[in-house]
C-alpha cells in the first residue's frame, strides 16, 4: 500500500511539473513570435520599397510557409498590406497609427 501511495505522488509530481513545463514553454514561444514579428516589422522600415514573403523567409533563415503566416499576422494587424504583385508586401501608410 505504500508503495501505490508513492506511486501516485510521483506521478502527481511529474504531472505538475510537465504543465509548469508546458506554460513556460508557451510563454517562452509567444515571446519569440513578438520578437520575430518585431523583426519582420523592422526590415519593412528598412526596405519601404516592400518585400516578398521569400525575400522575409531568407532574411530571417525560416520557410516561406512560416514567413507568410507571420506576413499575414502583420497585415491583419494593419502594419504591412500585401501590395499588387502575389505575395509581395509593403507598410501600410496607416501603420505607424498601429502598435505591435
Known sequence: MAIEITLVVVWVSIG???VLFLRRRQKAAAKSDRDLLEAIYGRFIEHPEGL???DV???LGVDM???G???GQLATRGLIRESGRANFFVLDDQSKFNLL
Request: aromatic share 6%; net charge neutral.
Open 65 to 67: 510557409g512560416v514567413a
Open 16 to 18: 505538475a511539473a510537465l
Open 69 to 71: 503566416q507571420y506576413l
Open 52 to 54: 516578398s514573403d521569400a
Open 57 to 59: 523567409a531568407k532574411i
